[in-house]
């Protein structure tokens, strides 16, 4: 991405495909205004970087802050043509409507001079912003980053990122002026003292904590390693806006004197670089940014410390502090040895970031499926994701504006997500080893949500969530084929049978191969009855460990016998001929609806008229007879878990089908729904959840039945396209991503019960889905089964990443980072 990419970005800047997305393609225009790409690690925190160039979502202490915008903006002089901001056009939504708008934006810099042309492309981690101004005879472009290199989480997770500014001279003359980096002390916080320190080539903000208080402490170190910088590190002093506006007035004067930091409360400070270009000639600023925030003030749930609460050891209990340390703190001392190792490293982290880049990108799949899989990669560096101190990976559902949303690593949300298992797969088996240890009981009881610290909590406020277990076994499975690691199989091997014995006391106590006792799952409630997707679901545990129990000369012949009930139970009596439904159900089992309480309602009391509806129709928020998205999803968890196809193929694909037919819209302008609707709504396309194409839908279905969720749409889309309808899959996945084009909603942020919502990588199938690509470990051997005729996609596995190629019937695989030891390859299965 230099100077041929500099080249296409101004020559569309001036062209027709100005103001127009195409998939995998730039933003500019009418596209442009929502963007925002978030820069950090893996667990880091990170901020963002928008489509104009701007930097936004600062979110650096381990919570989402997302319309936290500091003063933070490089600024470009040039000799006789005046100054301007590098970023483009302050969009129109933030003009109005925000949060102080109404008093001006008090305290934003919006309205210093910027370039008039901006132009967006994204390259996953790498973000280009292009800027043109008639006004200005130097152009300018923004390339940022920071290390994602899979297989190395640690490189991966640092709290780091870049921002590379090329100044290209479009003129006939020589210019002379001063690039200059800009921020205020956003660091600060009230009752603790700060100041802005010097480091070289730039500057620290930072924050001191107390012994109350030692989250507070915090440095934001911004730096970079061009000849001939100065640093005021200390910004004019004095009130109302006075600090920015003297700032200005020295870019605008192309003064680059330099002033020594003071001991505390200086409001912001300032990098400058002089430079001179010739005609054409262009210039490579780099500004380094980096962070160390060691302490937080957060924790999730209660510690237990009953023996009976974990199936953990008790060293794998204790954690240095009561509230989440980053993982990074283990690694890094302060704030020093953070700029000391991104400097010393920057080269080699960016060519190792640039080798996964270019495999990923060097492909012949659909665009529309690159940019599904590309843009939901961004959750890894959001809040959504933590790292704690020992190196565990924790995660919310989401991120809310202020604080995550649903903790933390959700199973029966955390399973469709399939991106992590295979670009970081030791962090994914963390995710494995903490549900079957601190967060499962001696009974086999598994929470579904874990808390932070990781550490054993009582098993009394969450019922266990059926979905989320069952598919944490298949998830076992997988892990282990990708891993090849047989003692991680061997060790969590007696979990799995506690966990899986409990599935089988606690929702089929008969021994029918269905779960028919009430069981929650991801709608956040309990589906009662035998149902498609519980079914499943649970029939992928069987099978998994059927195949598990037989690697490991295992004696399970329940499982076995439970698994041929189970099948022939939900090819016939699940199944209505066109797709699989629910038999709701509640005489005569083990739980009475009258006194069993649905997680949606069990913190308000029943009214009459709701106990009335429960008398007439039965336990509320059911699906029934209705067409479910997810009514399959466990034969799709078995795809991409390399479990064999286990429901009669024909059905599926009619399920599939059906779902196509009856769920999928291009236009919901006819369609209402009183649930959460801004997902998807008006002339808009989606993937409704279910529908009742045949009647029966009750009264009050389940709670988010009229919703669209993307991560049920790419689940839909890959398994449609599993099963050779790639047409119907890929037309899904389109329609999604227009929703997420940049005029409405941020391309980088899909969001369900909260931004970067986990449950969206579930598009990271699409690429097995269409190649049939998948790498087993344990056997080492590669599998291809393409549904996209000839094709190169990207692979990654265990211990390195590349691209495989498959032409005329044969495979090649090409390992550009790492090792893949290959014994064989399988093509067409």
């Known amino acids: 991405m230099m100077k041929r990419s500099l080249e296409i970005c101004f020559l569309l800047m001036s062209s027709a495909c100005y103001g127009q997305h195409v998939y995998n393609g730039s933003y500019s225009g009418a596209n442009l205004p929502h963007i925002a790409f978030p820069i950090g690690g893996m667990g880091a925190g990170m901020f963002c970087l928008e489509g104009t160039g701007a930097i936004s979502h600062m979110s650096v202490r381990h919570h989402p802050d997302m319309f936290n915008e500091p003063v933070m903006f490089a600024a470009l002089y040039v000799k006789g043509a005046g100054a301007k901001v590098l970023e483009g056009p302050v969009p129109d939504w933030k003009k109005f409507g925000l949060p102080g708008a109404s008093l001006g934006a008090v305290g934003a810099d919006y309205g210093l001079a910027r370039f008039k042309q901006a132009i967006f492309t994204a390259r996953f981690p790498f973000a280009e912003v292009g800027l043109a101004d008639n006004n200005m005879p130097v152009k300018a472009t923004i390339i940022g980053w920071s290390p994602f290199i899979p297989t190395d989480a640690d490189n991966s997770s640092l709290p780091v990122g870049a921002l590379e500014y090329t100044l290209i001279n479009s003129s006939a003359k020589t210019q002379s002026g001063v690039f200059s980096y800009n921020a205020e002390n956003f660091m600060q916080q009230d009752g603790a003292p700060n100041r802005i320190k010097a480091a070289n080539d730039g500057f620290i903000l930072s924050q001191d904590g107390t012994s109350k208080s030692p989250e507070k402490q915090g440095d934001f170190a911004i730096f970079t390693g061009a000849a001939g910088a100065t640093v005021d590190a200390c910004w004019f002093r004095g009130g109302w806006w006075d600090p920015l506006t003297m700032a200005w007035k020295k870019i605008q004067n192309g003064d680059t004197r330099a002033v020594a930091p003071v001991d505390h409360d200086a409001p912001g400070a300032s990098l400058y670089v002089p430079f001179r270009l010739k005609p054409g000639e262009s210039k490579t600023i780099k500004v380094y940014l980096c962070w160390y925030v060691p302490f937080s003030h957060l924790r999730y749930g209660v510690r237990s410390d009953k023996p009976t609460d974990t199936t953990a050891a008790p060293t794998d209990k204790d954690q240095p502090s009561r509230y989440y340390m980053p993982w990074y703190s283990s690694k890094f001392k302060n704030i020093d040895e953070v700029i000391a190792y991104w400097k010393s490293n920057y080269n080699s982290l960016r060519g190792s970031t640039k080798l996964f880049t270019n495999a990923f990108y060097n492909t012949t799949l659909p665009p529309e499926v690159l940019e599904a899989v590309s843009a939901n990669l961004s959750i890894l560096k959001s809040p959504t994701i933590l790292r704690q101190y020992d190196g565990r990976f924790w995660g919310w559902e989401g991120s809310d504006d202020n604080v995550g949303s649903c903790a933390g690593n ?24 903490t549900g079957l240890n601190e967060g499962m009981d001696a009974l086999g009881h598994q929470n579904y ?48 049978k506690i966990s899986m014995d409990y599935c089988i006391k606690t929702w089929d106590p008969g021994h029918n191969g269905t779960l028919t006792e009430p069981h929650h799952n991801t709608y956040d409630i309990e589906f009662w009855g035998a149902d498609g997707m519980g079914t499943s679901y649970y029939l992928g545990a069987l099978e998994a460990m059927v195949r598990i129990g037989k690697y490991l000369n295992e004696n399970i012949p329940l499982y076995q016998s439970l698994f041929d009930e189970g099948k022939k139970a939900m090819e016939n009596t699940l199944y209505n001929g066109q797709y699989f439904i629910q038999n709701i159900g509640w ?30 129709e039965g336990p509320e928020y059911q699906y029934g007879k209705g067409c479910l998205s997810d009514g399959v999803i466990g034969c799709w968890m078995a795809k991409v878990s390399g479990l064999p196809d286990f429901i009669d193929e024909n059905k599926v694909k009619s399920h599939l089908s059906s779902v196509y037919q009856y ?20 002339s808009e396309g989606g993937l409704l959840l279910c529908t009742w194409p045949r009647g029966g839908a009750l009264s009050l279905p389940f709670v988010y039945s009229n919703e669209v969720w993307t991560g049920i749409e790419y689940e839909v889309a890959s398994h449609l396209i599993f099963e050779g309808k790639v047409k119907e899959g890929l037309n899904i996945v389109r329609t999604t991503r227009k929703r997420y084009d940049g005029k409405v909603r941020n391309p980088f942020d899909e969001y369900e019960c909260g931004h970067w919502y986990m449950r969206a990588m579930s598009s990271y199938a699409l690429l097995e889905a269409l190649t049939g690509v998948r790498y087993d470990a344990a056997s080492k051997t590669l599998y291809v089964n393409s549904k996209a005729g000839d094709f190169t996609s990207f692979l990654s596995t265990d211990t390195g990443f590349g691209t495989v190629g498959y032409k005329n019937g044969k495979a090649v695989l090409n390992v550009v980072y790492g090792k893949i030891e290959l014994k064989r390859i399988t093509v067409g299965k």
């Not at 969530?465 to 991680?488: E, H, K, N, T």
């Open 410 to 433: 959700c199973t029966h949300v955390y399973n469709y997500a399939q991106a992590l298992c295979h670009l970081f797969p030791a962090m994914q088996r963390s995710i494995d080893e």
């Open 449 to 496: 949500r874990e808390a932070m610290p990781i550490l054993p909590e009582g098993h009394d406020l969450f019922m266990p969530a059926a979905d989320g277990q069952l598919g944490g076994i298949m998830a076992v499975y997988r892990d282990w084929r990708i891993s090849g690691d047989d003692g991680f199989l061997k060790k969590l091997y007696p979990k799995l």
């Open 587 to 616: 005489k005569g089992l083990h739980n009475d609806p009258n006194v069993y309480r649905n997680t949606a309602e069990a913190y308000e009391p029943r009214s009459p008229e709701a106990q009335e509806l429960l008398n007439t």
């Open 663 to 682: 769920n999928y819209k291009t236009d919901l302008s006819n369609f209402s729904n009183p649930q959460r609707s801004t997902y998807a709504l008006g």
